[in-house]
């Protein structure tokens, strides 16, 4: 990789959408006005870092194990696996890990549509530090307007300190920590659930925010291998993708590289104006899928925040039925890929 590419963390120079790719749309729901919130913190968002509230009456129904015995990873599998076919799905989740509610519902979601999932702990026990939404994100009729000037001035505050938080987290966790980890959980994955490896002729894999970054790397060369430059000199370096599909939604920390490196069927689930993942690097990835005849599909939801599509409660009925749009998305492109 190199030295500094240039990452997904900044406004997007313009918001101009390209022609239409294998699958683009740019106004699922055109009706919904809410608009993407201000400037993300440490080049992430507290869609990403703090968990929404979980969907009333439902618990997790997965089990918290460790493979290698150091790697917390929840495991979810179909009701009827395995005396009925599944696939593998690695899922990755956004900066508030394995041990979220919510992260853990949306693996129980892919088991039950067939998928014997594997979500691992990318952070070793380090997840992003808590940050709290605000009105505007939580899809509430708050406004600025109705907090005093003090109260402004201490919010201001406190969102610098966390921004730093999440700077010196973030700091933490690079694809020189990261890409190991899950390695080793593919390792793992591919003995323990063999049959479901071979169900599917690959590992497949979903990814959210912070996650949805590995999976493109996943679906690339794989120039992040430690031992490549040993096995490249004697000529046996297997650069091939780590997975048969991948499925993405707002991706963080997205460089040029990840985009152009990609070599599986994609499917990516966008957000308008995202300042995580600006659209002058989604477009130079598209052009890159266009061009190498990848298969993939990008649909960009407007009016919905960073990280609507992981599983959490909202108020506003539009990214509701945007959450449920892009689980259909993701899902559908893992079915048939």
């Given at each position: 990789m190199s030295s500094s590419p240039p990452l997904a963390t900044k406004t997007p120079e313009s918001d101009a959408q390209e022609p239409a790719t294998t699958t683009i749309s740019t106004s699922v729901f055109p009706q919904d006005s809410l608009a993407q919130s201000g400037p993300s913190m440490g080049g992430m968002d507290a869609h990403c870092t703090t968990d929404r509230p979980s969907p009333s009456s439902q618990t997790p129904t997965g089990e918290l194990t460790k493979f290698n015995d150091d790697i917390d990873v929840y495991i979810s599998k179909p009701a009827d696996y395995p005396h009925s076919p599944s696939k593998l799905l690695l899922l990755l989740t956004p900066g508030t890990g394995v041990k979220s509610t919510n992260n853990q519902l949306q693996a129980d979601r892919y088991a039950g549509e067939g998928f014997v999932v594997v979500m691992p702990d990318q952070f070793g026990g380090d997840p992003a530090p808590n940050t709290t939404a605000s009105a505007a994100e939580s899809g509430s009729n708050g406004s600025e307007e109705n907090v005093s000037l003090i109260e402004q001035v201490k919010l201001r505050a406190a969102e610098t300190a966390k921004s730093f938080m999440i700077d010196m987290w973030l700091a933490r966790h690079t694809p020189e920590k990261v890409v190991p980890i899950l390695h080793k959980v593919l390792e793992s994955a591919k003995d323990e659930f063999a049959d479901a490896v071979a169900n599917g002729g690959g590992v497949y894999a979903a990814g959210y925010c912070f996650g949805g970054k590995y999976v493109m790397m996943l679906a690339g060369k794989q120039q992040g291998s430690e031992t490549e430059g040993k096995d490249e000199e004697a000529g046996k370096t297997d650069r091939r993708p780590l997975i048969k599909a991948g499925a993405i939604a707002h991706a963080t920390l997205v460089t040029r590289e990840d985009m152009t490196a990609i070599e599986a069927p994609v499917s990516m689930v966008c957000v308008e104006n995202d300042q995580l993942f600006p659209e002058d690097i989604l477009k130079e990835g598209r052009k890159h899928?266009?061009?190498?005849?990848?298969?993939?599909?990008?649909?960009?939801?407007?009016?919905?925040?960073?990280?609507?599509?992981?599983?959490?409660?909202?108020?506003n009925p539009k990214i509701k039925d945007a959450q449920t749009a892009a689980f259909e998305q993701m899902l559908s492109w893992l079915k048939t890929h």
């Open positions: 899928l266009q061009d190498q005849n990848i298969d993939h599909e990008i649909k960009t939801y407007p009016g919905v925040p960073h990280g609507f599509a992981v599983v959490g409660e909202y108020e």
